[in-house]
């Protein structure tokens, strides 16, 4: 009984170290691998499934929104971090400083793109309609890193560690822009249309300053 104890003890260690260490690097996991525990979508819901430890995003246009308890799902300044897979021909893309919305496009917050071959010229990396990018940074069918970092009103977003996008939104904003502003709110996965499959895992968020 005593050793059992002693291992028990030794196990309840471990595990506080290596918590510590995580809770030292920032960084926080916001998807478990089997649930939707802390996410909601409106319309659409079945446009998203758990598949072997992933979000799998393929139906009509729907949005997983973050509502989970990390920062009470609201960031500010923030660096995400996640590995995405699309398929040929695939659109989606991850929203900021957005919030709950039952159904249609969101109407609050920044679009980052995830698309690699799909019809729309604005490729992965974009911070859409805003700062585009024109060029095919990764191919479909392959696992790769979307990094978006929000620091005051600078956004910067990175595509597996090489810098895209540089970004300063100015004071004054055109008409019609109004809810595309820096402020804060929760994160957003897009499912696009019945054509596109994309893949995402491995979510994580670092809340910064």
């Not at 159904?103 to 793109?113: A, F, I, L, T």
């Not at 940074?137 to 990175?158: G, M, P």
Request: charged share 25%; proline share 4%; hydrophobic share 35%.
């Amino acid at each position: 009984m005593k050793k059992i104890f002693y291992f028990a003890c030794m196990l309840l260690m471990l595990a506080n170290v290596g918590y510590a260490q995580k809770a030292k690097k920032g960084w926080y996991s916001l998807f478990d691998g089997k649930s939707f525990d802390g996410w909601k979508v409106g319309d659409n819901a079945s446009t998203f499934s758990i598949e072997n430890g992933t979000i799998a995003v393929n139906g009509p246009v729907a949005h997983l929104f973050y509502v989970g308890p990390v920062n009470n799902h609201d960031f500010k300044n923030f660096e995400f971090k996640t590995q995405v897979m699309t398929t040929p021909g695939s659109n989606s893309g991850i929203y900021f400083h957005t919030e709950f919305q039952q159904g249609s496009w969101p109407n609050k917050g920044y679009e980052v793109q995830v698309n690699n071959s799909h019809t729309d010229w604005r490729r992965t990396g974009s911070l859409y309609g805003i700062q585009d990018v024109k060029d095919t940074l990764v191919k479909d069918n392959v696992w790769y890193t979307e990094h978006i970092i929000v620091k005051d009103k600078h956004v910067t977003i990175k595509i597996n560690d090489k810098t895209v996008v540089e970004y300063d939104e100015p004071a004054e904003l055109p008409k019609g822009r109004e809810g595309r502003r820096i402020s804060s709110g929760t994160f957003a996965l897009q499912g696009h249309d019945p054509k596109s499959k994309v893949y995402f895992k491995d979510i994580m968020v670092k809340p910064l300053p």
